[in-house]
């Protein structure tokens, strides 16, 4: 996985497989404060071209 932070929003790739096809999948890391981030993950079929987002996390910080 590789990636880095622009803006304030981490953009992280790798390269994996799904039902034995390849894909890309992507995290991205944005919304972040000191109590809560937002994370959300895609995967793509066609090296980029398209993002299909599968699962999205919102954290926030207790005390």
Known sequence: MRGTFV???G???CE???DG???Q??????RITDGSARWE???SPDG???WETNWIMDFARTS
């Not at 999948?25 to 944005?30: A, G, H, M, T």
């Open 16 to 18: 994996d497989v799904f």
């Open 41 to 43: 993950q895609a995967f």
């Open 21 to 23: 096809q390849p894909i």
């Open 48 to 50: 980029g071209k398209a």
């Open 11 to 13: 953009t992280f790739l």
């Open 25 to 30: 999948v992507r995290f991205l890391w944005s």
């Open 7 to 9: 803006a304030g929003v």
